[in-house]
Antibody, heavy 119, light 107 residues
Framework: EVQLVESGGGLVKPGGSLRLSCAAS????????MNWVRQAPGKGLEWVSS????????YYADSVKGRFTISRDNAKNSLYLQMNSLRAEDSAVYYC????????????WGQGTLVTVSS | DIQLTQSPSFLSASVGDRVTITCRAS??????LAWYQQKPGKAPKLLIS???TLQSGVPSRFSGSGSGTEFTLTISSLQPEDFATYYC?????????FGQGTRLEIK
């Protein structure tokens, strides 16, 4: 059974940092691209970042470029999002999502972890 | 960047109704479009990939169509469990984009 479990969310002050993790199980992790998507309270879905299975291809939304860093450890079946210089507008539930193979889609999602940026 | 515009943003319908949600892309995205359903407090669930491929376990009352810039999600006969928010997503080009969502409520 495919499982994605996020952790690392919490309350942080503006300008602070946080590192999110996503533990994956039930599939061949290095065969899939992985993604972070966020959702501010009461708002829609916003794509944040994507990383290919071999980490050779990495993409960011303009809203986080230069502040967030996506990475993965295939030996540990884990995905990460290092978030620096956090702003109030980064407050959201952050989901990790698995990319499809040969089919463009996000087929499995974690339950999400809440990040709140507030003084 | 590609923008996706969903219509309507809000839809009130009754059990048994047939409903259609439209997603328009600002430029052509071939068939690289997915549809998701999200219920309050839950993660999105993939319904349809590649514009029209129904995911395993998703009821056949859901269907998707379209290519290029115009896409539709149709629910042929609404069931109580279908009342949720629906999002389209383009995966043709980075940055990935989602539509703003369509909230489907019980009339």
């Amino acid at each position: 059974e495919v499982q994605l479990v996020e952790s690392g969310g919490g309350l942080v002050k503006p300008g602070g940092s946080l590192r999110l993790s996503c533990a994956a199980s039930g599939f061949t992790f290095n065969s899939h691209s992985m993604n972070w998507v966020r959702q501010a309270p009461g708002k829609g879905l916003e794509w944040v970042s994507s990383i290919s299975g071999d980490s050779n291809y990495i993409y960011y939304a303009d809203s986080v470029k230069g502040r967030f860093t996506i990475s993965r450890d295939n030996a540990k079946n884990s995905l990460y999002l290092q978030m620096n210089s956090l702003r109030a507008e980064d407050s959201a539930v952050y989901y990790c999502a698995r990319g499809g193979i040969k089919v463009f889609m996000y087929d499995y999602w974690g339950q999400g972890t809440l990040v709140t940026v507030s003084s | 960047d590609i923008q996706l515009t969903q219509s309507p943003s809000f839809l009130s319908a009754s059990v048994g109704d047939r409903v259609t949600i439209t997603c328009r892309a600002s430029q052509g995205i071939s068939s690289h479009l997915a549809w998701y359903q999200q219920k309050p407090g839950k993660a999105p669930k993939l319904l349809i990939s590649a514009a029209s491929t129904l995911q395993s376990g998703v009821p056949s009352r859901f269907s998707g169509s379209g290519s290029g810039t115009e896409f539709t999600l149709t629910i042929s006969s609404l069931q109580p469990e279908d009342f949720a928010t629906y999002y389209c997503q383009q995966l043709n080009t980075y940055p990935i984009a989602f539509g703003q969502g369509t909230r489907l409520e019980i009339k």
